[in-house]
């Protein structure tokens, strides 16, 4: 081992990417506290400081073939330190956002849900009203808003005059306005 502590950093590299286990240990030797020291100033948290080192040197013993070192092998390591720290920062803001919007959301579900109700309960309104049209104007009615077919196509259909088609689509609506309007207006007095 006292043949690795003489042994320049751009050394230990070439060691380090030829599998040489010694020339690891050497630089973790090294570098470790300092690279400790300079995570714990940066988070102020000793067990945080120590996973980050942990994490650097692992990345470089899994990346040692491929990583390539200028003559400054200290500035690696600690931009490699920044950059994890960095990037926890950013994953704890994308983490807060995340939980502040799910916590919006649980806030808004049940209005959400309650609105949902609410609806489902005036379409079922609305279509017990449209039920109780008069047949034909019922059928009219129900192919121009449901099937969304024309009034000449309505009239081909059922064999009337596209002024029939139009007089049972204008009546029914009157209809629908007149109960409907009534009771919508009563529904939001209940709620509100």
């Not at 940066?42 to 692992?58: C, L, M, N, P």
Request: proline share 1%.
């Amino acid at each position: 081992m006292a043949a690795y502590t003489s042994k320049s950093d751009l050394e230990l590299a070439t060691l380090l990417q030829a599998d040489d286990e010694a020339a690891y240990a050497e630089l973790y030797r090294r570098y470790a506290l300092m690279l400790l020291n300079h995570a714990y100033n940066k988070t102020r948290d000793r067990e945080e400081a120590k996973d980050i080192v942990h994490e650097v040197f692992s990345m470089l013993w899994s990346r040692r073939k491929a990583l390539r070192f200028s003559s400054n092998l200290s500035g690696f390591l600690y931009t490699a330190v920044r950059n994890i720290i960095l990037n926890q920062v950013t994953r704890r803001e994308v983490e807060a956002k995340y939980f502040q919007s799910m916590q919006h959301f649980a806030d808004t579900e049940e209005s959400i849900a309650d609105y949902l109700i609410r609806e489902q309960q005036l379409a079922e309104l609305v279509e017990r009203e449209i039920e109780q049209l008069p047949k034909k104007m019922r059928q009219v009615f129900t192919l121009s808003r449901k099937e969304y077919l024309s009034h000449q196509e309505i009239a081909e259909k059922l064999g009337i005059s596209e002024q029939t088609v139009s007089k049972h689509v204008t009546n029914a609506l009157k209809i629908l306005r007149g109960k409907l309007g009534i009771l919508v207006y009563l529904l939001w007095l209940i709620k509100f």
